[in-house]
């Protein structure tokens, strides 16, 4: 069982930048691959990115790949989602995720969530 926790949602600027936090409990987080994936209301959940369990790799969805960047420090149990030259249409609540599997680009692969953090861009 893994219980997650984002921080650091808010309201930004367009070519701001934002950085958020998962924390994770438990002790085997390095044995989970992490999604980050947000939400714009009336839209489906949709892909970020996701990093691999020791972090040596990470793949974007087209849409915020060159400004979005992953990372995770699994000592401290948590990922990042580093968010620079932000725009309004990254608007979204978003979630970071979960999974012992293979860290396919959809919401159904993953099996623990956070409660998501809003970030609002204003043009």
């Known amino acids: 069982q893994v219980q997650l926790v984002e921080s650091g949602g808010g309201l930004m600027q367009a070519g701001g930048s934002l950085r958020l936090s998962c924390a994770a409990s438990g002790r085997t987080f390095s044995s989970y691959a992490m999604g980050w994936f947000r939400q714009a209301p009336g839209e489906e959940r949709e892909f970020v990115g996701v990093?691999?369990?020791?972090?040596?790799?990470?793949s974007y969805a087209d849409s915020v790949k060159g400004r979005f960047t992953i990372s995770r420090d699994n000592a401290k149990n948590t990922v990042y989602l580093q968010m620079n030259s932000l725009k309004p249409e990254d608007t979204a609540v978003y979630y970071c995720?979960?999974?012992?599997?293979?860290?396919?680009?959809?919401?159904?692969?993953?099996?623990?969530w956070g409660q998501g953090t809003q970030v609002t861009v204003s043009s």
């Open positions: 990093i691999g369990r020791s972090g040596g790799v990470a």
């Open positions: 995720a979960a999974t012992k599997g293979i860290p396919i680009p959809r919401p159904r692969y993953y099996d623990y």
